[in-house]
């Protein structure tokens, strides 16, 4: 899938949203700017964390009791495909996770950076990241180092932050 040598375009995230977004949980990326990038994003765990805005309960359920101290940091966590940037304000959030709306910020003139195809590093590769979108050389056996696709409605429905019933079913 990735061949040697190419360039992989990737984002950097604090944590826990990185963490969040490699186990699957997260497949929205609310961001400040929009992107035309579509393809091949990885995601990089940047060096802090922001444990006031964090979602507590979410990263409790999907990361663990020691999340804080145990999520990668300045190191690639994962790959995934960016297929679409939409404005926050003309995404429908009452389709969403309960997981994908306490992971994200929907308010104001953020965009969604929309994910799919998410797969975990097996192991974090260590790096510096950079704000914005930004090059990064993968090694060459990266697709080695990839764990399968995660089903997000799936991961989200067994740690009981899947969807919530509608009012009118």
């Known amino acids: 899938m990735f061949a040697e040598g190419r360039t992989?375009?990737?984002?950097s995230l604090w944590q826990p949203y990185a963490a969040l977004t490699?186990?699957?949980?997260?497949?929205?990326l609310t961001m400040h700017r929009p992107t035309d990038h579509r393809g091949p994003v990885a995601i990089h765990a940047a060096a802090t964390i922001d444990l006031a805005g964090a979602p507590d309960d979410l990263c409790l359920s999907g990361l663990?009791?020691?999340?804080?101290?145990?999520?990668?940091?300045s190191a690639?966590?994962?790959?995934?495909?960016?297929?679409?940037?939409?404005?926050?304000a003309d995404l429908d959030t009452s389709r969403l996770t309960?997981?994908?709306?306490a992971a994200g910020v929907f308010s104001g003139l953020r965009f969604a950076w929309?994910?799919?195809?998410?797969?975990?590093?097996r192991r974090?590769?260590?790096?510096?990241?950079?704000?914005?979108?930004?090059?990064?050389?993968?090694?060459a056996d990266l697709d080695d180092r990839l764990g399968p696709p995660r089903d997000h409605l799936a991961l989200a429905h067994a740690i009981g932050w899947g969807m919530r019933p509608r009012a009118d079913a």
């Open 8 to 11: 992989l375009k990737a984002v």
């Open 22 to 28: 490699a186990r699957g949980l997260k497949t929205i």
């Open 64 to 73: 663990g009791p020691h999340w804080a101290d145990q999520v990668a940091r």
């Open 76 to 88: 690639m966590v994962a790959v995934a495909t960016l297929f679409d940037c939409t404005p926050c």
């Open 98 to 101: 309960r997981a994908e709306r």
């Open 114 to 121: 929309r994910l799919a195809d998410i797969r975990t590093l």
């Open 124 to 139: 974090p590769i260590p790096c510096a990241g950079r704000q914005g979108l930004f090059n990064w050389t993968p090694p």
